[in-house]
């Protein structure tokens, strides 16, 4: 069954773009459009999503806080460990 008209996205489609890790309304729209168009289908979207397990969240979830900071380094701060370390 057809979820958005406008760009002819189905059921099956939304599915599988949350399968692949597009876990919200915006992630499904920026994959396939559906609901960028006349809005009709976003809550149609939502109760397809509803509040079931992500993937993608489960493993960002699963991740310890500190693995996803990025390490950030600059001359500075590298010498300065080394002087401490010296």
């Known amino acids: ?8 996205v189905t059921e099956a489609q939304v599915r599988a ?3 692949a890790g597009h876990c919200t309304p915006r992630q ?3 994959q396939s459009k559906a609901g960028t168009d006349c809005g009709n289908c976003v809550r149609s979207i939502q109760a ?5 397990a992500c ?6 979830e699963s991740r310890a806080p500190e693995a996803l ?3 950030v380094a ?4 590298v010498a300065s460990v080394e002087q401490a370390a010296a």
């Open 1 to 8: 069954m057809y979820v958005c008209s406008c760009f002819g």
């Open 48 to 52: 397809l999503l509803g509040r079931g």
């Open 28 to 30: 499904i729209a920026s």
């Open 69 to 71: 900071e990025p390490e």
């Open 55 to 60: 993937p993608r969240r489960e493993l960002l």
């Open 17 to 19: 773009h949350a399968e």
């Open 74 to 77: 600059d001359a500075a701060s």
